[in-house]
């Protein structure tokens, strides 16, 4: 009898010992497999704040232009309001009076101008302008006169070297188109990177400038 009881107890201790150990190992599997915490990681794609604003840099702007009655002055000044360009304008020496801009007085200055291209020679008040090496681009503004560029920018466009610079030249006219205009005073330079030139109306409309200068990525 005490033999039978002493295995008996042996039975239930083993068995105590079993249930002991289960537990344990069932707990330090638990706590044993969590991963240590780690700072979140932000995988949302970063905006592009560059994406969309990359322009053209065309450096400093200047425009430059003679205006006989006002036409291309008002062109002139839209056209560096828009652009932020610097203003210069073309002043003869000798001024025109409205008598010397008559062209139907074939004795006008004009007329005589005309008729003796010798005449042309138009001497100005200033025909270079402080920091030229510091313009990129170079608008050139005039009227046509006999569907050529007013000559006293000839003085000009003679007098100075567009060597690197981007030249843009425009026009007003009651009727007459830009014609060779441009393509004249580009062979006059022999220097310069000469764009197609634009005619805008006596009455130059802001909105048409604006146009003009968005389509060639400068307004």
């Known amino acids: 009898m005490k033999k039978f009881t002493a295995i008996l107890l042996t039975l239930v201790l083993a068995l105590s010992l079993a249930a002991c150990g289960s537990d344990t190992t069932t707990a330090s599997d638990g706590e044993g497999t969590t991963a240590p915490a780690t700072e979140p ?16 840099d065309t450096g400093r702007t200047l425009v430059v232009y003679f205006s006989a009655t006002g036409n291309t002055q008002v062109a002139a000044e839209t056209i560096a309001d828009l652009t932020g360009g610097d203003l210069f304008p073309l002043e003869p020496a000798d001024p025109y009076t409205d008598e010397d801009l008559n062209w139907t007085d074939e004795n006008s200055r004009v007329v005589q101008e005309h008729d003796n291209p010798d005449a042309r020679d138009v001497a100005l008040v200033a025909d270079t302008v402080d920091n030229w090496d510091e313009y990129d681009t170079v608008f ?14 000839d003085t000009f466009v003679a007098a100075n070297d567009f060597t690197g610079k981007t030249v843009i030249p425009f026009c007003t006219s009651s009727s007459s188109g830009i014609g060779e205009s441009g393509q004249l005073l580009a062979d006059l330079a ?11 109306s006596s009455h130059v409309d802001r909105d048409a400038v604006e146009t003009w200068l968005a389509g060639l990525g400068l307004a």
């Not at 794609?45 to 053209?56: F, I, K």
């Not at 046509?144 to 007013?150: D, F, M, V, Y």
């Not at 022999?190 to 805008?200: L, P, Y």
């Open 41 to 56: 990681q932000d995988t949302t794609p970063q905006e592009d704040t560059n994406a969309g604003t990359a322009s053209v």
């Open 190 to 200: 022999g220097t310069g990177d000469w764009q197609e030139g634009q005619r805008f």
């Open 140 to 153: 050139i503004g005039y009227p046509i006169w006999w569907g050529i560029a007013a000559w006293p920018v």
